[in-house]
């Protein structure tokens, strides 16, 4: 799962904000390194409606957005992974 309780109130709250974000062009999609299943779990354990779950991202596409790498140190944590971080995309029309 996406692990952390701040990610899931996080993720929550703009899961219903992103339908307001949408009237203004602004999307969103959450990205992880964990794999299908665990995205899945965590999006329907959450209620998450309206945001994409993506997963998968690997570790060198991690160090390539200069994303903040971790070790894990619990028994449910992966070996490595990412912290969490915001990209904030507007839409443009030309």
């Known amino acids: 799962m996406f692990y952390f309780q701040l990610n899931q109130l996080y993720l929550s709250r703009l ?46 596409r991690m160090r ?7 070790n894990g140190e619990f028994d449910h944590e992966p070996l490595l992974f990412c912290e969490p971080f915001s990209f904030w995309l507007m839409r443009m029309a030309y």
């Not at 995205?39 to 570790?59: H, V």
């Open 15 to 60: 899961d219903l904000l992103l339908v307001e974000f949408n009237k203004v062009s602004i999307a969103a999609i959450a990205i992880s390194g964990h794999n299908q299943e665990d995205a899945e779990q965590s999006k329907q354990e959450w209620d998450i409606k309206n945001l994409t779950m993506g997963y998968g991202l690997i570790l060198k």
């Open 64 to 70: 390539h957005w200069a994303l903040y790498i971790s």
